[in-house]
T-cell receptor, first 110, second 112 residues
Framework: DVKVTQSSRYLVKRTGEKVFLECVQDMDHENMFWYRQDPGLGLRLIYF???????EKGDIPEGYSVSREKKERFSLILESASTNQTSMYLCASATSYEQYFGPGTRLTVT | ELKVEQNPLFLSMQEGKNYTIYCNYS?????LYWYRQDPGKSLESLFV?????AVKQEGRLMASLDTKARLSTLHITAAVHDLSATYFC????????????FGKGTSLLVTP
């Protein structure tokens, strides 16, 4: 079974803090993704990566950056957290015809 | 821009009834995904439809794909309470490394 894990299920941070969300997959997938999910807006793509050290902006990259130093790990970084980044963050890894989602991290920025 | 529209967004139905959720998308895509999400949980893959005319069934759920009409349907047969959840359809885009573009989801409540 493909396994995608995320470092935290729940996280509370203060405005202005630097926040790291970690995602690890164990199936040697090349493509990995970060989405955020908000009520009424659905899931939106923040960043994706198709190889180590390669990254591409998604639909809503502002305020975020990513890092992919190893194939299995894809990190989402909030350089200076703001309250409008309070959300559910979902990581996924993918083959060309299937996406596997992690359990999600519910981030609250106060 | 690839757009995915689901309807209805909210659905309350009685146990034992049948209903269909519709998913329209705006550009050509050969792959259509259906996911289920329970409150506070992540996404559970239900179906991946890979070609025109594809039909897949699992229990009381059946999904189909018409790529010419850019339409997928998720049909619920004889609903039971356990099917209460939010259902998302999504299509991928090779331009963004097969990232998914999601509909806004259909929140389904099955009542006795």
């Amino acid at each position: 079974d493909v396994k995608v894990t995320q470092s935290s299920r729940y996280l509370v941070k203060r405005t202005g803090e630097k926040v790291f969300l970690e995602c690890v997959q164990d199936m040697d997938h090349e493509n990995m993704f970060w989405y955020r999910q908000d009520p009424g807006l659905g899931l939106r793509l923040i960043y994706f990566s198709y190889d180590v050290k390669m990254k591409e902006k998604g639909d809503i990259p502002e305020g975020y950056s990513v890092s992919r130093e190893k194939k299995e790990r894809f990190s989402l970084i909030l350089e200076s957290a703001s309250t409008n980044q309070t959300s559910m963050y979902l990581c996924a890894s993918a083959t060309s015809y299937e996406q596997y989602f992690g359990p999600g991290t519910r981030l609250t920025v106060t | 821009e690839l757009k995915v529209e689901q309807n209805p967004l909210f659905l309350s139905m009685q146990e034992g009834k049948n209903y269909t959720i519709y998913c329209n998308y705006s550009t050509t895509s050969d792959r259509l995904y259906w996911y289920r999400q329970d409150p506070g949980k992540s996404l559970e893959s239900l179906f991946v439809l890979l070609s025109n005319g594809a039909v897949k069934q699992e229990g009381r759920l059946m999904a189909s794909l018409d790529t010419k009409a850019r339409l997928s349907t998720l049909h619920i047969t004889a609903a039971v309470h356990d099917l209460s959840a939010t259902y998302f359809c999504a299509v991928d885009s090779w331009v963004s490394g097969y990232a998914l573009n999601f509909g806004k989801g259909t929140s389904l409540l099955v009542t006795p």
